[in-house]
């Protein structure tokens, strides 16, 4: 596997991945110990199936408040249980763990409002922490990057594990400085938070190189334009139908043209490339404060 991965600041980034999942390993001493928190959803459960196959890591804790003390390996269907019951006490699990002294990784798929909470308790047990939740606000990522920074511990926060999604960032951002006119369309099959994670990283980053998009109606206020994200004119629409699947398309515009790029996602284990990435790497840094969505 070649990674080579360059952040700038928390909103604009370039990448260069090359990434497989390798067959499962025997555990060793040697292995990367990840806590999955959220371990019961159907994100943790891939998440698990994902962790245990790839190479120099392997699942030790499951938290969760549902399915208490069910064996992880079996609500995931594996072959063979795991031994590892789900747990409602992410506490316990850490204390447990710590006491390896193995290089540990908790992955927090859980809520917005108990991440700042869990990468404490995480720090606290010597553990660095992947962030992948919904909705996370701008002053909890700050607030864990000076609580991190002081605690020497990396902590990776996460809009998108999606490859494809970066990719189709990176394309974004090559293609704004050509164009003046900018759309973004997101579509999905249930009517969530909008717009939406990803949605917003992709306006921040284009807003971040300066240019001024759609001048001909910028100051619009009809909601039917979109909303507008930034002061430079990017707008983003969200459609919402049953069958749909996740999608995001950016449509830019010039004189007799229209290049558009666009990125579906079909099913959670799209997801599961960069979680894996993003394991090797945090357990690496110091300090990371890198939106990667």
Same mark, same amino acid.
């Given at each position: ?29 040697? !292995?990367?110990? @990840? ?6 959803? %159907?994100?943790?459960? #891939? ?5 245990? *196959? +790839? ?19 079996n609500i995931c ?50 553990? !660095?922490?992947? @962030? ?6 701008? %002053?909890?990522?700050? #607030? ?5 920074? *002081? +605690? ?12 494809g999604s970066i ?52 100051e619009t206020d ?72």
């Open positions: 596997m070649a990674i080579q991965m360059h952040s700038t600041n928390y909103n604009t980034f370039r990448y260069q991945i090359c990434c497989s999942m390798q067959p499962q390993q025997q555990p060793s001493q040697n !292995n990367i110990k @990840v806590v999955i928190n959220g371990a019961a959803k %159907e994100i943790g459960m #891939a998440a698990v199936i994902a962790v245990t *196959k +790839a190479r120099g890591m392997e699942v030790a804790g499951a938290v969760d408040s549902h399915l208490i003390g069910e064996d992880i390996g269907g594996m072959e063979e249980a795991l031994e590892i019951p789900i747990i409602s006490d992410l506490t316990m699990v850490l204390g447990s763990i710590s006491q390896s002294k193995a290089t540990s990784v908790v992955v927090d798929f859980t809520d917005a409002s108990t991440v700042y909470d869990n990468v404490k308790q995480a720090t606290a047990f010597g553990m !660095n922490s992947v @962030v992948y939740v919904p909705r996370i606000k701008p %002053e909890t990522i700050a #607030a864990l990057s000076a609580f991190c920074e *002081k +605690a020497s511990m990396g902590c990776l926060v996460a809009p998108t594990l999606s490859i990719l189709l960032q990176q394309a974004a951002i090559s293609a704004a400085f050509h164009y003046n006119h900018v759309e973004i369309v997101e579509s999905k099959s249930n009517a969530g938070a909008f717009p939406s994670q990803e949605s917003a990283q992709i306006a921040n980053n284009l807003s971040n190189l300066g240019q001024l998009y759609n001048r001909e109606d910028l009809n909601p039917a334009r979109g909303q507008r994200l930034g002061e430079d004119g990017v707008r983003v629409h969200s459609l919402v139908l049953p069958g749909l699947v996740s999608s995001t398309t950016i449509h830019f515009s010039g004189p007799g043209e229209v290049y558009s790029v666009k990125h579906d996602i079909t099913d959670v284990q799209c997801l599961m490339p960069g979680l894996i990435l993003a394991i090797r790497k945090v357990v690496r840094l110091k300090v990371e404060r890198l939106w990667v969505s």
